[in-house]
């Protein structure tokens, strides 16, 4: 969503209870992927520094959307 959390706070308060993080997800995933790439990571390297980087945005995500 790219939303700040403040504002998703309130939404969620508001009752809005669907919210859109794709973007924020590969946004991570591609930047995790490009930072090992340039550093001259193997795929695998690059995968996992992928998935690690999707992780982090989805685990704060939920940490946010259940009220942690």
Known sequence: ????AA???RAIGAGV???NVNTEVR???RAANLRAASAG????ACMEAS?????DV???KIRLFSGE
Do not use: Q
């Not at 969503?1 to 700040?4: H, N, T």
């Not at 990571?41 to 695998?44: C, M, S, T």
């Not at 998935?51 to 992780?55: R, S």
């Open 41 to 44: 990571d193997d795929v695998l």
């Open 58 to 60: 989805m685990e704060a």
């Open 1 to 4: 969503s790219g939303l700040p």
């Open 51 to 55: 998935t690690a980087a999707m992780a």
């Open 27 to 29: 946004a991570a995933a």
């Open 7 to 9: 504002m998703l706070v």
């Open 17 to 19: 209870c669907k919210f």
